[in-house]
């Protein structure tokens, strides 16, 4: 479900997924098949791991990652869920060949 609130989404973002909401800044980005897909495919990871799990890895993958780039948007890019998402979102029929924990190859 597609929900539109430019207040929950962070600064310099214009989604954001929270299973099983997509929240996106503006409803003209309902549109952005990619940025959709982009963020399904997180839906999918947080169905994988579940919830809590799901943001505890990312938060610690992100510092992790954060500590070896210094550099907060390097960091971001390259937490293996973001490098999924970001390698497939223009695939829109990777939801259905996706393996499963497929952001595992991507640590």
Excluded: C
């Excluded at 996106?24 to 997180?42: C, F, Q, S, Y």
């Excluded at 293996?80 to 939801?95: D, I």
């Amino acid at each position: 479900m597609i929900i539109i609130s430019k207040h929950i989404i962070p600064d310099k973002f214009v989604g954001l997924t929270i299973f099983p909401f997509i929240f996106l800044k503006n409803k003209d980005l309902k549109g952005n098949r990619t940025l959709v897909n982009h963020e399904k495919i997180h839906l999918k990871q947080q169905l994988e791991l579940l919830w809590v799990p799901f943001f505890l890895w990312y938060s610690v993958e992100f510092l992790i990652k954060l500590i070896i780039y210094k550099n907060w948007h390097e960091a971001y890019r390259n937490i293996s869920f973001e490098k999924e998402a970001y390698q497939n979102e223009s695939n829109f029929n990777y939801l259905n060949q996706r393996k499963l924990f497929a952001f595992l190859k991507l640590l």
